[in-house]
């Protein structure tokens, strides 16, 4: 049987830890030939050289996403190794330090943060449809938006963050939809992942009690949410475009009664 993204080539980006390493080691497990972008290269390096062990066909590159240059000579990367460009998984995020409020955030803290979640991912849809476009259309993007782009949770910079790309989501695939291009999002809740801090990562007794707030019981973990990534980026979701997916324990379904 064929893995869901046979011969496909994908970008991700944000890849050496988290949600976009588990991505890579599982497109790479369903037949992706898969670029592996991050801004610290040696993390790649050791993720594409594990895709490599198992079998697989991966490229490490360095790449900012807040430049724009720089996402364009990632595309450029995955083309010229690759020959085409089939899944851009713009993944890579940051947040803000845990505790901190709407009041403590500097204006330097919010340019941060939106260059990187906002910025990261209009560079990267921007330059993975002009590719699309090149090879006669078609094409999916995800991205990773958060559980905090659809509900109050998370902090409002963050949030306000997220709530751009959920926007940025449902408008694009909109625009893009005539030249045969899907647009999704996943929108994970809690992960134990470096986020924050990696708290929830370190300490049991804070991913126990974050636990708490999910219906089902449990924090999310970075394969839950690429693995709704990898529906989104396969055939099997050919006719879902302008969707944020929650991944997210039944969080943004609201309170369980009782």
């Known amino acids: 049987m064929q893995g869901l993204l046979q011969d496909k080539v994908a970008i991700i980006t944000g890849a050496g830890s ?54 364009n000579a990632l595309v450029a990367a995955a083309v010229d190794r690759f020959g085409r460009l089939d899944v851009m998984y713009n993944n890579a995020g940051i947040t803000t330090q845990p505790g901190q409020t709407f009041m403590d955030a500097s204006d330097e803290d919010l340019l941060k943060l939106t260059s990187v979640n906002v910025g990261g991912v209009i560079h990267g849809c921007k330059s993975a449809i002009r590719q699309f476009e090149a090879q006669g259309g078609g094409g999916s993007i995800v991205i990773t938006a958060s559980v905090a782009g659809l509900i109050g949770f998370g902090g409002v910079v963050y949030g306000s963050s997220k709530g751009a790309v959920t926007s940025i989501t449902r408008g694009l695939a909109l625009e893009v939809a005539k030249k045969g291009i899907r647009v999704n999002s996943v929108c994970p809740a809690a992960m134990p992942t470096n986020f924050g801090g990696g708290v929830l990562k370190a300490n049991e007794m804070a991913r126990q009690h974050t636990a708490g707030y999910h219906p089902l019981g449990r924090v999310i973990e970075p394969e839950e949410c690429a693995a709704g990534a990898l529906f989104l980026a396969s055939d099997l979701a050919s006719n879902i475009t302008g969707v944020n997916l929650p991944v997210d324990g039944g969080l943004s379904a609201g309170k369980p009664m009782g």
């Open 18 to 71: 988290g949600v976009g390493r588990a991505a890579v080691l599982l497109f790479a497990e369903h037949g992706a030939k898969v670029v592996a972008a991050d801004i610290n290269l040696g993390a790649v390096d050791e993720v594409a050289a594990e895709v490599a062990a198992q079998g697989g066909e991966a490229l490490a590159v360095e790449c900012d996403v807040t430049s724009a240059d720089s996402v």
